[in-house]
Every structure is written in structure tokens, then in C-alpha cells.
């Protein structure tokens, strides 16, 4: 089990709540064309959740992560301060697989989370999961940051 000790921003509780709603979302997936699906659940610091499953297009590149789903569906609403998302992913027949975040997600992430302290939730079907921070993902990333050195 991949399990491991620390849990970032949240504790043991508050990630098992959070890779639940991700699993939930994940029964909303529409997915036709990779049959993968994944649910995400992310966790805002004032304590809402904002959920999100995959949506593809068959023209394949307007597809939308569950990650991205979930951030946008929360900043459009307001949303700016995050602590932590939780992420289910795999196919129909799952043997467990683990989805870490794409690229593109986490430079998402990246746009409004510290790297230090946002916390990722990698879980599988079964509900094991292992953590990671932002910055473990994306290290020496491209942000404002950087814009606002030129
Ligand atoms: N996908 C996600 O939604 N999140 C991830 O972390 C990895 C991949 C989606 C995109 C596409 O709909 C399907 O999974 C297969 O790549």
C-alpha cells in the first residue's frame, strides 16, 4: 500500500472525506473515448469543496481534467485561497491504479496555490491513497512570480 505518514495542509480525516467526494465525482465522468475516469475534490481554506470529473470532446483536445474542473468550477465561483484536492482515477476495471495530475494541472495548481503547503491527495478506487505538495510536483516552476521580475 502506498500509503504514507503526513498529510500536508489536512489531516487523515479530512482526506479520507475529500478522496470520498472525489470518488463521487468520478461516477460523473465523461470519459467515452479513454474510458478513464477520474474525480477530484478540492478543499478551499474557508472549508467548501469544489468537486470535478473529466470531460472529453470527440475532438479530443477540449477534454478537461477533473482537477481543472474543480479549480475552475471554484474560482469562477469567487474561490482564491485552496488547501488540498484529492484525485480518483482509473479505468472501468480498476487494479488499483493511481492518477497523479498532468502537467497542464499543475501549472494550474501553480496559478493559485503556494507549492510549500498545497496538498495533493493521490488516491485509488480502493481508497488507498499517498500525498504530495504542490511544489513535489511541479518544482521550479513558471508563475506570476516570474512576470513580475522582467
Ligand atoms: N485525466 C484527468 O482528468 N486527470 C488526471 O490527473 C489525468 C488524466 C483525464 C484526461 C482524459 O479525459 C483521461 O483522464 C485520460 O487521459
Redesign the pocket.
Known amino acids: 500500500m502506498k500509503r504514507e505518514k503526513g498529510f500536508g495542509m489536512v489531516d487523515g480525516e479530512t482526506a479520507e472525506k475529500l478522496i470520498k467526494k472525489a470518488m463521487e465525482a468520478r461516477e460523473k465522468a465523461y470519459?467515452p473515448y479513454?474510458r478513464?475516469y477520474?474525480g477530484a475534490a478540492l478543499l478551499t481554506e474557508a472549508g467548501q469543496v469544489y468537486t470535478g470529473c473529466?470531460i472529453?470532446n470527440a475532438a479530443y483536445g477540449p477534454?478537461n481534467?477533473?482537477?481543472r474542473t474543480a479549480f475552475f468550477k471554484a474560482v469562477s465561483e469567487g474561490e482564491r485561497s485552496f488547501l488540498a484536492i484529492a484525485?480518483v482515477?482509473a479505468g472501468e476495471e480498476s487494479s488499483g491504479q493511481y492518477?497523479?495530475?498532468?502537467g497542464v494541472?499543475r501549472q494550474v495548481m501553480a496559478e493559485f496555490c503556494r507549492p510549500e503547503d498545497f496538498t495533493v491527495i493521490i488516491a485509488n478506487t480502493a481508497g488507498e491513497y499517498y500525498v504530495r505538495t504542490l511544489g513535489e510536483l511541479l518544482p521550479d516552476g513558471f508563475g506570476a512570480a516570474n512576470l513580475q521580475k522582467t
Open positions: 470519459a479513454s478513464f477520474v473529466n472529453e477534454s481534467c477533473a482537477e484525485i482515477g492518477a497523479a495530475p498532468c494541472c
